[in-house]
C-alpha cells in the first residue's frame, strides 16, 4: 500500500490543521493506522493509531485531548485533527500502515507515507 500524507503547513500557536493520509494500491480497511512525529534533532515519537475498523484509538499523552485520529475507510483516508496547536507539535507528521493490530511501536508500520511539515508558531 502506498501513503500520501497532506496538509501539514504553518500555524500560529493555539490553532488547527487536520492532516490527510490517502492510500492508494491496496484497502486502507485491513491496516491498522499510525502518525507519527518527528521533530527537529530528536527521534522519531508515537502520536496516534487506529484500528482498522476505527474502533479503538491509543494516543500519546502529549497530544491527548488536543489531537483526534479517524478514518474513512470508503475513501482510503486517515485523517488527524490537530487543535490547541503547540510549539512543540512542530514536526514532520509521518502516516503508517500496520497489517497487525493496532500499536503504537513503529517497527510493526511496514508501510510509510513521505511525511508532511507541521510548524508551529509564536
Known amino acids: 500500500v502506498q501513503l500520501q500524507a497532506s496538509g501539514g503547513g504553518l500555524v500560529q500557536a493555539g490553532g488547527s490543521l487536520r492532516l490527510s493520509c490517502a492510500a492508494s494500491?491496496?484497502?486502507?480497511?485491513?491496516?491498522?493506522m499510525g502518525w507519527f512525529r518527528q521533530a527537529p534533532g530528536k527521534e522519531r515519537e508515537f502520536v496516534t493509531a487506529v484500528s482498522s475498523s476505527g474502533g479503538s484509538t491509543y494516543y500519546a499523552d502529549s497530544v491527548k485531548g488536543r489531537f483526534t485520529i479517524s478514518r474513512d475507510n470508503a475513501k482510503n483516508t486517515v485523517y488527524l485533527q490537530m487543535n490547541t496547536l503547540k510549539l512543540e507539535d512542530t514536526a514532520v507528521y509521518y502516516c503508517?500502515?500496520?497489517?497487525?493490530?493496532?500499536?503504537?511501536?513503529?517497527?510493526?508500520?511496514?508501510?510509510w507515507g513521505q511525511g508532511t511539515l507541521v510548524t508551529v508558531s509564536s
Open positions: 494500491g491496496r484497502t486502507l480497511s485491513n491496516y491498522a
Open positions: 503508517a500502515a500496520t497489517i497487525g493490530g493496532i500499536t503504537t511501536n513503529e517497527f510493526r508500520y511496514a508501510h
